[in-house]
């Protein structure tokens, strides 16, 4: 049986940051570790805290984004984050997820649903918002290019491990992507660790940035 996922909650808007910590406190699955307003005290505690996951407001931050995941994911490597974004403000969950966040959610989610979000991220699961999904795919579209093959040549990718990344961009779960490709979610898992390892990321939405950056997806191929 898994133990309590423990989470720590980086928000500096407070009425969002009670509302997510009363629910985080109320599920038996899940443990609050710890709660800060700002970013300073956070960083301070999170060696003492080893959070399975940190879940923070996208709005935190603009241009320190990728400083702060690179900090989060040297100090420690096995947590994992959530970035919650405000409704018409999906855009800002972007670089969150370059950087190398696991998923993003919105800030309106239910109770119910942010639970299952954040579990998610333990199952190897990767959450994210239809209209984040969207910004995603109208990137690979902006930087298609006819050079797909030389772009997966010069990374290592296989095409299944590509196709894998373009129904990620497209909104697609493990078990979607699994279905459609008619493999096991082991398989699936297999795929999007061996195209981590050749992009040298550590997270699907990175994953799939990435890939748009090589071009190694493009808009007439996405699901």
């Known amino acids: 049986m898994n133990s309590a996922l423990r989470v720590m909650l980086v928000d500096r808007d407070d009425r969002s940051r009670m509302r997510f910590a009363a629910t985080i406190s109320a599920d038996p699955r899940m443990l609050l570790a710890d709660c800060h307003a700002t970013w300073t005290r956070a960083l301070e505690r999170l060696l003492l805290v080893r959070p399975d996951v940190l879940l923070v407001g996208a709005s935190l931050v603009e241009r320190e984004v990728f400083d702060l995941v690179r900090r989060v994911k040297s100090t420690v490597p096995s947590s994992k984050i959530l ?60 930087s298609g290019r006819p050079e797909y093959r030389s772009g997966a040549e010069t990374s290592g990718i296989t095409r299944r491990e590509a196709d894998v990344l373009r129904m990620l961009a497209g909104g697609c779960t493990y078990s979607q992507v699994g279905e459609r490709l008619g493999v096991s979610l082991h398989t699936v898992a297999s795929h999007i660790k061996n195209a981590y390892r050749k992009l040298d990321v550590h997270s699907a939405g990175a994953a799939v940035m990435r890939a748009v950056e090589l071009r190694i997806i493009r808009g007439s191929e996405a699901s």
């Open 83 to 142: 970035a919650v974004v405000d409704a018409g403000e999906e855009q800002k969950a972007l670089p969150w997820l370059a950087a190398g966040a696991g998923g993003c959610v919105s800030k309106s989610c239910g109770s119910s649903e942010l639970a299952i979000h954040l579990l998610q991220l333990r199952s190897g699961s990767y959450p994210m918002l239809p209209d984040v999904a969207r910004l995603l795919l109208e990137q690979v579209r902006v």
